[in-house]
């Protein structure tokens, strides 16, 4: 008996995680890497964007650092479908660097910055 990682009550059967918060959490997750994925390819407004992954984040009770980790995920998947078709133009790489100014992203945000919280799932 622990408490649920995801919603921080007493998790009894299972051990520290509900099944339901689990399957929510990572709903979420892959929610907001989709959103922002799609909100880069249509260039949508930043504070828009993250607007909605809040709103997304606290439904799923995803923490800060997971919700920025999700948003460099999706970040990073709209950019390697905007390289795979063409080169960017200046318009776009402008987007893009406005993106990652606002949501103060680098490149290691996309790799394993929360790899202590995924070994432990
Ligand atoms: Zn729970």
Known sequence: MGRCKYCG???VLS??????CKA??????????YVTQQ?????????MVEKKVMEIASDGRIPMELMKHAIAKGFVGALSLLLKD????GEEEE?????????VLTEKDADAQCRGFWGFS
């Not at 929510?24 to 997750?29: I, K, R, S, T, V």
Request: proline share 2%; charged share 25%.
């Open 39 to 47: 909100s880069v390819l249509e260039r949508i407004a930043p504070l």
């Open 9 to 11: 009550k007493w998790a």
């Open 15 to 20: 051990r520290r995680k509900h099944k339901e």
């Open 24 to 33: 929510n959490f990572w709903m979420a997750y892959k929610e907001i890497m």
């Open 86 to 89: 063409h080169v960017l133009s």
């Open 95 to 103: 987007a893009l660097i406005g993106f990652m100014d606002f949501f």
